[in-house]
């Protein structure tokens, strides 16, 4: 069954806003870390956010101030508000989940259990 499934992406002009949103299906969103991810043309995917089962989010110091990650525990979505968005957002933005956390730097997406198919945001 699917697990993870990202809405939300489309197309925005610079300096406007868009919230990502991950259907969590529940037997992940009660045991794994989640968060977000993005990749953009040529580029590795990198970590954005993450959250455990209890706690605050973390994020990746180049995310830091723009982007905001929560949960709808009663829903089970995660969310991902990004704000202020630069042409340097456009990107696939990807959900994923593990049973650790994570470190949020680079190399780390290939080691991820489970992946959302993405959702694509494009800023002009």
């Known amino acids: 069954h699917v697990q993870l499934v990202e809405s939300g992406g489309g197309s925005v002009q610079a300096g406007g806003s868009l919230r990502l949103s991950c259907s969590v299906s529940?037997?992940?969103?009660?045991?794994?870390?989640m968060g977000w991810f993005r990749q953009g043309p040529g580029n590795e995917r990198e970590p954005i956010a993450e959250?455990?089962?209890?706690?605050?989010?973390m994020y990746a110091n180049p995310m830091k101030g723009r982007f905001t990650l929560y949960k709808d525990n009663r829903k089970k979505i995660l969310y991902l508000q990004m704000n202020n968005l630069e042409p340097e957002d456009s990107a696939m933005y990807y959900c994923?989940?593990?049973?650790?956390?994570?470190?949020?730097?680079?190399?780390?997406?290939?080691?991820?259990?489970?992946w959302g198919q993405g959702t694509q945001v494009t800023v002009s």
């Open positions: 994923a989940a593990d049973k650790t956390a994570w470190p949020l730097g680079r190399g780390v997406a290939d080691f991820l259990e489970i």
């Open positions: 529940e037997d992940i969103y009660s045991t794994y870390y």
């Open positions: 959250i455990g089962r209890e706690g605050g989010p």
